[in-house]
């Protein structure tokens, strides 16, 4: 029976939550729909000012320095926000793995019931040296996730880190935004 519910959580993990992101060479993508370059995440019942001022709260709560993220707001309607991840994950380099470090910028938008959620201006680099990982690429310049020429898949352990961290970014500030963000139970 543990076994049948340790097979079954991934399946009602995406039930719950149908809307993720995938790598392609053209880069993030919703994964029903390739053409968009975001996911809309629902929020039944929640107003876009009461999910802008959670937003606010959610930077506040998980950022050391809130105002330094933010780059752009319009109250109640959208918010740019900056985010680092340090040593994120790995790539190979021939027989090596390196770490790499992700810079990125969260959008959001705002309409009562649904929010609009967009990465934009991925930045991912090697630790130890500056080269770039990026979604499609020639691999005498950094490290493509693709292969620009014939599309091949060279980078699959980052590619699937990449999406489980945004899916799961994707998730979180959908629960945030729904839910209650006050931690009362202490």
């Known amino acids: 029976m543990k076994y049948l519910l340790i097979l079954l ?22 994964k029903s729909n390739a053409e968009n370059t ?9 107003t876009a000012v009461e999910m802008y001022t959670k937003a606010i709260a959610y930077i506040n709560e998980n950022y050391k320095n809130p105002k330094e993220v933010i780059k752009g707001e319009t109250e109640n309607e959208f918010l740019k ?16 793995n390196l770490v790499v470090s992700m810079n990125y910028t969260t959008e959001l938008r705002f ?10 201006d991925v930045d991912i680099t090697a630790d130890n040296g500056g080269r770039r990982v990026d979604f499609s690429g020639n691999i005498m310049a950094g490290f493509p996730i693709y ?15 990449i999406e489980n961290y945004f899916n799961k970014h994707a998730k979180d500030i959908q ?12």
Do not use: C, H, M
């Open 111 to 120: 309409k009562d019931g649904k929010v609009r959620f967009d990465v934009i």
């Open 147 to 161: 292969n620009e020429k014939n599309g091949k898949l060279k980078q699959a352990d980052a590619k699937v880190a």
């Open 175 to 186: 629960t945030y935004l729904i839910g209650d963000s006050k931690k009362d139970d202490w």
């Open 38 to 46: 975001f996911l809309v995440l629902e929020a039944p019942s929640k």
């Open 81 to 96: 926000f900056r985010t680092y991840v340090p040593q994120f994950t790995q790539v190979k380099n021939g027989y090596i």
């Open 9 to 30: 959580l991934p399946l009602l993990s995406q039930v719950s939550y149908a809307q993720q992101y995938e790598i392609t060479p053209d880069g993030l993508k919703d």
